[in-house]
């Protein structure tokens, strides 16, 4: 399966690594990236080919995964078209729906939209994943070993549910950094030093993270068993309740949801 990256930034680098990793060959692999300082980090990273024009591949690519920001894809599209008949196109902008990626190609119907996190960095991201009418049973799994390279794939059979994904695990890991940041200046302004507060702050995290992940409880029961009547901890949920905190990280998430939405109407008009 030859794999042809559009766009060479971070979110492709964990792509392309977690797929060597898993023992690809770094010979089925090509990026295309305008950016000469992209091209000379991946190359010295994985090995991998780059250029700066697909113009200058002459090789039949299976899948070809868009790897550009939202705004840029129209654009990418159109330079694309009619050139990858027979592949699958894989597309990773937040926001674009499959309708407007089978226009901007020409009316191309092997398409797969996915959204990956920033932990795919680590291999420890999770990705939404949904497939176009036109996709085969074949084009699925071969959108599942690339996005499965990086951490855990679901599947989604209506695309809408992209935008949410895209609100909840997509943006998902600045909420989190949001919190560990809070979390660290609290200590700090609780007299802890700065390696301390930064150190308890987050392992506190991963091991939370790593007790609601592979304990049978949910969260809202983990979260009983630390609370003591009359306890720190009831004090602090109990401030934390007081300013309607969890109803801001709802409202937060929907927030970036909606914005999914507008990207695809606003970009879609392209």
Same mark, same amino acid.
């Given at each position: ?24 060959? %770094? ?9 000469? !300082? ?11 080919? $780059? ?17 550009? =920001? ?45 959204? #990956? ?48 994904? $895209? ?5 998902? #890991?600045?909420? %989190? ?6 979390? !660290? ?28 992940? !592979? ?9 009983? =068993?630390?609370?003591? =009547?009359?306890? $720190? ?12 905190? =969890? ?5 937060? %998430? ?17």
């Amino acid at each position: 399966m030859r794999i042809l990256f559009v766009g060479g930034g971070n979110m492709a680098g964990a792509l392309i690594g977690g797929l060597v990793q898993q023992g690809f060959p %770094v010979s089925e692999l090509a990026v295309v990236d305008v950016s000469a !300082e992209a091209r000379a980090r991946l190359s010295a990273q994985h090995g991998v080919r $780059t250029v700066a024009d697909p113009g200058a591949l002459d090789e039949i690519f299976e899948v070809v995964l868009l790897a550009v =920001k939202p705004q840029q894809i129209a654009g990418v599209c159109k330079g694309l078209s009619g050139r990858f008949k027979g592949a699958l196109v894989i597309s990773i902008a937040a926001g674009i729906r499959t309708a407007d990626l089978a226009r901007w190609l020409g009316g191309h119907t092997r398409l797969a939209r996915a959204m #990956p996190n920033t932990p795919a960095l680590l291999r420890a991201g999770v990705s939404g994943l949904y497939a176009a009418p036109g996709a085969s049973a074949r084009d699925r799994d071969d959108a599942q070993r690339i996005l499965g390279a990086v951490g855990s794939v679901i599947w989604f059979d209506n695309e809408g549910a992209l935008d949410a994904v $895209t609100a909840v695990s997509g943006s998902g #890991p600045a909420y %989190v950094f949001y919190f560990i940041e809070s979390v !660290e200046e609290a200590a700090r302004s609780l007299g802890l030093d700065a390696a301390a507060a930064r150190r308890l702050a987050l392992d506190t995290f991963l091991g939370a993270a790593k007790l609601a992940f !592979e304990g049978e409880d949910p969260p809202a029961v983990l979260r009983e =068993k630390v609370t003591s =009547k009359g306890g $720190t901890t009831e004090r602090a949920l109990n401030s934390l309740d007081a300013a309607r905190v =969890k109803a801001h990280i709802i409202a937060a %998430v929907r927030a970036a949801a909606d914005r999914a939405r507008e990207l695809g109407n606003e970009l879609g008009k392209t």
